[in-house]
């Protein structure tokens, strides 16, 4: 594995002793730790205790509160004891050669997310809100992956609110279930707001469509739309690929496994919304 030849040998030493290799685990699912809640968790003497954050080194550092948390290498290094984290991210690209994909499904909104949920809280709420209520003034909303016109349009905002929520809800299980990834819960929600934004920006078209004449055939307006909400959806499954490896810290396989069921689900939703059995 790359990622053991970038790790040095000071840090194979900090990484022999059990304690040790406890403490990073226990501060990378923490993320930030006191000094008091490490004492807490290994009950260990004071003097022993400074002596294996001593040992961890440049795995560790500390924040402005003189809280522990993982340097970069000590993310690494915890991938490799966990084996379940993406060991390339986020510095090294996962993607290889098609890097710049990172750009493409918002790597960089969900390190932000990610980083502090709650100071992104804010805006998150507030796109949320502005997306319900879009789908009012469009009357067209989210069926799960599906954006479709709504009547009346009051049921609009209401069919956005419970796609997105019952996406999340998937996500977070199917991480928990696969993966035993149930932290960040917060972050996980916020990023799926962003992930619907392909779809209400679809649901935009479609509305105009309907609402005005185009020199074209109903027939071949159906296709068109046909194609770009194929188009619409392999660019959300690729932003909630991207969300899940950020958030939960998944390898892109991983995550892609997740995501996939995901879909697949809410595709199924959708089918038996749209033919009236579930009503």
Known sequence: MNSKKQLSSNIWKALSNQIRRDLLVFIGEKRVVSFTD???????????????LD???ELITQNATKKYLLSEKGRRAYALIEDELDVSAPEIQAYGKLSFLHTLFLRSVFQFIYADSVRSLGFTLLLFVG??????F???SLVFLFPSLISPAYFAPIFFVVSTLVTYIL?????SFLFKRKKEKLALFQSVVIVQIPLVLFSVLESLVVDLDYPVSPLDLEIWLFVILIFTQVITLGLLIEA????????IEKAGIVALVTSYTLNG??????NGLVW
């Open 138 to 140: 469009m009357s067209t």
């Open 244 to 251: 899940i490896i950020v958030i939960k810290e998944l390898r």
């Open 38 to 52: 490490i004492q807490s968790r290994f009950g260990t003497k004071v003097g022993t205790l400074y002596h294996h």
């Open 131 to 136: 997306l319900t209520v879009s789908t009012f």
């Open 269 to 274: 939703l959708a089918f038996l919304i749209m």
């Open 55 to 57: 040992t961890l080194g």
């Open 171 to 175: 996500c977070e299980l199917f991480s």
